[in-house]
């Protein structure tokens, strides 16, 4: 789930725009079209993880392939989103949000039409990188459009769009996969988008950056995409192949050759993906890193508090999404107030604080079982969202605030794309947390409870269930047997939940350390950009 406001890349260098007539180009209708077309994308961040039961029920899915339904959307908007603002300053803001528009609500529609995880998987991809090149567009648009006493204004209205986008993604999901189906969920996105259009056409002004790239650093992103790829590949496939096995590791040094690759190359091309001299600030660095560590922790712990709240509580997918607002509620509620605080006393404190905050949740969160009640659970789940406002807020300034200016743009896309990288290698780590210890402890555990041995190629797939909250229950088994079967699948899976909750803790604390090399941007940007 991404609740921060992207960044384009880079983003022109126009200070006064010129007068507006009419509908086209007029400031305030400019932000209304661009946060239509936005709000699909933030609602997809949460309201997916709602309907990702629903869909594994359906489908089949096993626990890899509800991982990369995730996994595909954030690496395709992570590799995507620096090469997709170079695009919209090279062609033109206006042309690049549209097209990610209309490409956004038609991978939608397809994953909705679709009755094979391979296949929703295919287009959770396709969704991911046209929803790279609607999002950094939207905000150069805005940026040329208002004049620079307005932007800020401008800015803080879309991020409240975004973030109640984000907050009402499990309410909308939880009614249309309860009331509906799964497949409303995507479909939702076909007439927000037929809407995100018209408004565009009508509204939307046409805008070119001044000394726009000429040349686009097409094997960077090979590189890149390779890199992540054998990178999150390894990491959900480990808890299938071992983490021993030399699969596992090809795909590991494949992806530390790639990386190292992609380094090598950016010193030489003329116009890289990603200039390293940026990395040169250690504020800015360690912003980079802090950011994904925080998604790390984030996302790949939400991952499974769907599956814990309607799996092991049996919650409706309303009641589930119902838990999660005190989450969502508090970071909206509480994103002003650490703005203030990090303008008043700079990001440092606010960051180290709420990281700490997030630790603190995430150790509470571990202790969660099939008996914890509402009370517990929305304890738990506030101080996560208190704890992750400051860092939501204050990634912006650290980041962008600590690049040259000439640099802000791709510094921007840096900071979005170093959160859904971090969300993706959260959600495959802890993915292979869980189902290491769940195919660890279900054999003990079932033979304690003096169950009838699961045959042996059955086991992998019994395991599969249980890493996501669910019984394997065969049909017509007995009662008091069904019982037992349940009690010692939630009993597995809360045991693996745990840990994969204390691990994030883990890299919450770690965040914490690395937030102290934080400090208020040296290069900020007037008219909002550093400030969003």
């Known amino acids: 789930m991404s609740s921060q406001t992207p960044v384009a890349d880079p983003i022109p260098d126009i200070t006064e725009p010129e007068p507006r007539r009419g509908l086209r180009g007029h400031p305030w209708l400019t932000l209304f079209s661009v946060a239509i077309g936005v709000m699909m994308v933030a609602l997809d961040g949460t309201i997916v993880a709602i309907a990702n039961p629903a869909i594994q029920k359906d489908l089949g899915a096993s626990l ?14 992570a590799v995507a989103l620096i090469t997709a603002g170079k695009l919209g300053d090279r062609f033109g803001h206006r042309q690049t949000f549209l097209i990610g528009v209309v490409g956004f609500a038609l991978a939608s529609g397809a994953i909705g039409l679709s009755g094979e995880v391979s296949l929703v998987i295919v287009f959770r991809v396709l969704q991911g990188l046209f929803g790279a090149l609607l999002m950094p567009a939207a905000l150069g648009l805005l940026r040329a459009t208002f004049p620079a006493e307005k932007l800020n204004m401008a800015i803080g209205i879309w991020g409240m769009v975004i973030g109640a986008s984000t907050a009402g993604g499990p309410i909308v999901g939880g009614l249309l996969v309860e009331h509906v189906n799964w497949q409303s969920v995507f479909f939702i996105n076909v007439p927000v988008g037929i809407l995100a259009l018209v408004l565009g056409l009508a509204i939307l002004k046409d805008h070119r950056a001044k000394n726009a790239p000429r040349s686009f650093d097409v094997p960077g992103i090979v590189l890149l995409s390779g890199a992540m790829f054998c990178l999150i590949w390894a990491l959900i496939k480990a808890g299938e192949w071992g983490w021993g096995d030399g699969r ?14 992609f380094g090598v190359l950016e010193t030489k091309v003329r116009e890289p993906l990603i200039p390293l001299r940026m990395f040169r600030s250690l504020p800015l660095t360690a912003g980079t890193v802090l950011m994904v560590l925080m998604a790390f922790a984030f996302m790949g712990g939400l991952f499974f508090v769907t599956f814990y709240l309607q799996n092991v509580h049996g919650m409706s997918p309303v009641d589930s999404g119902l838990h999660l607002l005190p989450l969502t509620g508090m970071m909206i509620v509480a994103s002003p107030v650490a703005g203030a605080m990090i303008t008043k006393f700079g990001p440092r404190v606010p960051l180290v604080g709420g990281m700490v905050f997030t630790a603190v949740a ?3 969160m571990a202790t969660l079982d099939a008996g914890t009640g509402t009370g517990a659970m929305s304890l738990w789940f506030a101080l996560l969202g208190l704890g992750l406002a400051p860092v939501m807020v204050g990634a912006t300034e650290v980041i962008v605030g600590n690049a040259p200016m000439e640099l802000s743009g791709v510094a921007g ?3 979005q794309a170093a959160m859904q ?10 993915g292979a947390v869980m189902a290491s210890r769940v195919s660890s402890e279900l054999p003990d555990n079932w033979n304690a409870a003096h169950l009838p041995p699961i045959p042996a190629a059955q086991l992998d797939k019994a395991a599969d269930a249980v890493a996501v909250g669910m019984a394997p229950v065969p049909k017509g088994t007995p009662a008091p047997f069904a019982e037992k079967i349940t009690a010692v699948a939630h009993d597995t899976f809360i045991s693996g939940m745990g840990l994969a909750f204390t691990v994030a803790c883990g890299v919450a604390v770690v965040a914490a350390v690395v937030a102290f090399a934080t400090k208020r941007g040296e290069n900020e940007v007037e008219g909002g950009v550093g400030h969003i």
């Open 362 to 364: 995430m150790f509470g």
């Open 248 to 261: 596992t590791w090809a795909f590991l040094i494949g992806s530390i050759v790639l990386f190292a690759a």
């Open 421 to 430: 990288v971090g969300g993706s290698l959260g959600t495959a780590v802890l």
């Open 413 to 415: 896309g840096l900071q």
């Open 64 to 77: 890899a392939d509800v991982q990369w339904i995730t996994n595909g959307y954030l690496l395709a908007l």
